[in-house]
């Protein structure tokens, strides 16, 4: 069919020309897909409002032979809110560029959809959120949901519940002293770090709000995991990342 009615986020917005936008949005029923917006640069534009980022909306696009084509657009949720704090900002584009970089074109997955809403509303409506902790919050939700769900409970050769546990990155989870490697990146994890670990992979983003943790835990879940992403992974260089690190460091000084 020429025409597609879908609910979608704007991943990225870029400037085409002197009067269009090139949007990279993520529809509920499509998954990823590219699309223009004719004028959308010229103020009075009716679609001018609607294709910036952390917009939620509903689009008629048209499907031509590379492209597809905004015709109508209408906001379902404009997260403002998120555009004036610079911590929430800095969160936010990094979920987009992860998004955008991990998932294929064309590929429906609504459960990663309602978790970048869901992350969304939560920088929305949050000013204290932990940007260190929403990050891997939502770098753990999101590997799990594309099927990179780390080994976090137990030794992944033997089963042993009982630590120290090692965290080994080609195996993709945690070992006990006797089945660790003794050659390779293999290094210790603290059992708070590994509980806090699980516990965020089964919260609602609502939830992240609540919870705090030592910078010990946090520099341990920032090395594994980004480790993991990139080792199991296409991410690449992310610039959203370092400039969220930026971020946490320079406000982490200031408080």
Avoid at 18 to 46: C, H, I, M, N
Avoid at 59 to 85: A, D, H, M, P, W
Avoid at 235 to 254: E, M, P, R, V
Wanted: one cysteine or more.
């Amino acid at each position: 069919m020429k025409l597609l009615k879908t609910r979608a986020l704007i991943l990225r917005s870029r400037p085409l020309g002197e009067r269009d936008r090139l949007l990279s949005l993520f529809t509920y029923e499509q998954g990823k897909l590219t699309a223009v917006a004719p004028g959308a640069r010229k103020v009075k534009s009716r679609l001018a409002a609607g294709v910036d980022y952390f917009n939620c909306g509903h689009f008629l696009l048209y499907r031509g032979k590379s492209l597809f084509t905004v015709t109508q657009l209408e906001i379902e949720i404009n997260f403002v809110q998120i555009r004036k704090n610079i911590r929430a900002y800095a969160c936010g584009m990094y979920f987009c560029e992860l998004v955008e970089k991990l998932l294929e074109e064309g590929e429906p997955l609504p459960a990663v959809f309602n978790l970048l809403l869901g992350c969304w509303s939560c920088l929305d409506k949050n000013n204290n959120v932990d940007g260190e902790i929403m990050a891997r919050f939502f770098e753990l939700r999101l590997l799990a949901l594309l099927g990179y769900r780390p080994h976090l409970q137990g030794c992944l050769y033997c089963g042993a519940a009982e630590g120290p546990f090692f965290w080994n990155n080609s195996a993709g989870g945690i070992l006990c002293q006797q089945c660790r490697p003794r050659a390779g990146e293999v290094y210790a994890l603290d059992k708070g770090t590994l509980a806090l670990a699980n516990h965020l992979l089964g919260l609602r983003p609502a939830k992240v709000r609540n919870i705090r943790a030592g910078d010990k835990q946090k520099k341990e879940l920032r090395l594994f995991i980004g480790q993991f992403l990139q080792y199991w992974t296409a991410a690449g260089s992310l610039q959203g990342l370092s400039f969220l690190d930026g971020i946490n460091n320079y406000l982490g000084d200031k408080s």
